[in-house]
């Protein structure tokens, strides 16, 4: 293993330790204060389409958030693993918590009736995005669990149109991280105390 990436593990294991060590109050609180800041901006005030996560292992919890885009009817876009394909996801549009099944690594995700780009010939070209990770630097690289997953889908060509927006915690924001080649970053990094754009 290279230096750069037992440096990531490091990393990755002392982070994911110190989110899972945090109080639902502390999560409820700190995820409440970001959702306030993404609801101020104007992107997601005149956004149709948004691509969201299912928070897992006390991520920001960004539910709220996708059940607002419910209510006013807006597209609401989660991912969806491709379980004959490791590190590949779909984006698939769903419409309510019923559409919703346990899938790939525990984590919600839209159901095999809601609808990919490949069932509407159509990639879905999101207005926002909206990031996890385990940590994010000054630059907007991430460091996710390893898996490839977020760097494949912001390498797409669609993504280029897309406001990409990293969600995570203060302590998850780093100087500088260990990066390769193929990393993509996110435009900017929101956490509880406010919101940085890198570009």
Known sequence: MSDAAEEKDRLRKSLVERRLALSPKDVEKKSRAVAELIRSLSVWKNAWSVLLYWPIKNEVDTRPLLEELWRRGAIALLPR????????MDLCACGGVEDLTVGSFGIMEPAACCATQEDTGEPFVPDLVLVPAVAFDAHGYRLGFGGGYYDRLLAKPEMDEAVTIGLCYDFQRLDGLPTNA???????????SGLKWFR
Do not use: K, M, N
């Open 81 to 88: 693993c491709r379980p004959d394909q490791p590190g590949f």
């Open 182 to 192: 193929w990393d993509e970053p996110v435009q900017g990094v929101c956490s509880e």
